[in-house]
């Protein structure tokens, strides 16, 4: 099971992510039009990626372009340019997906569901943002 994310580079939320049994570009425009769906944005909008072949895909271009999403990929080798999507594996891994088993993917789903909506994205303090979660720093920075 794959999952693809899109994070908040400002307040560390997960603002999109899809899972899926494959790594091609369909599971990436998926965490991209989910993050759209819920963000909405007015203004610029900046995706940095590393140098995935999905996510330097004419076709994923294509789809950004549509949203009005301008791309940006990281430096060859420099794997800190996608420090922020790293970190945030690291921690799924640790607290969730290495501890745990899941008799279906659907399961699997559920559990990565419960542990981005309901607690990453809610409660998880981080020291990045003086110690808050993700929903707490944008509520005290759109306040």
């Not at 908040?8 to 965490?31: C, E, K, N, Q, Y």
């Not at 542990?115 to 809610?122: A, C, I, K």
């Amino acid at each position: 099971m794959y999952l693809a994310t899109l994070i908040d580079i400002a307040s560390r939320r997960v603002i999109g992510w899809a899972t899926g049994d494959h790594l091609r570009r369909p599971l990436v425009v998926d965490a991209l039009q989910h993050a759209w769906d819920d963000r909405r944005p007015h203004g610029p909008v900046i995706f940095q990626s590393d140098r995935g072949r999905q996510y330097t895909s004419a076709a994923y271009g294509q789809v950004a372009d549509r949203l009005g999403i301008r791309l940006s990929v990281g430096r060859r080798g420099q794997c800190w340019d996608n420090a922020v999507a790293e970190s945030f594996f690291a921690t799924i891994k640790g607290d969730l997906l290495d501890e745990h088993r899941w008799p279906t993917r659907a399961a699997a789903r559920s559990a990565i569901f419960e542990y981005v909506e309901s607690w990453y994205n809610l409660h998880r303090l981080h020291s990045s943002l003086g110690y808050r979660s993700p929903a707490e720093f944008e509520a005290a920075t759109t306040a």
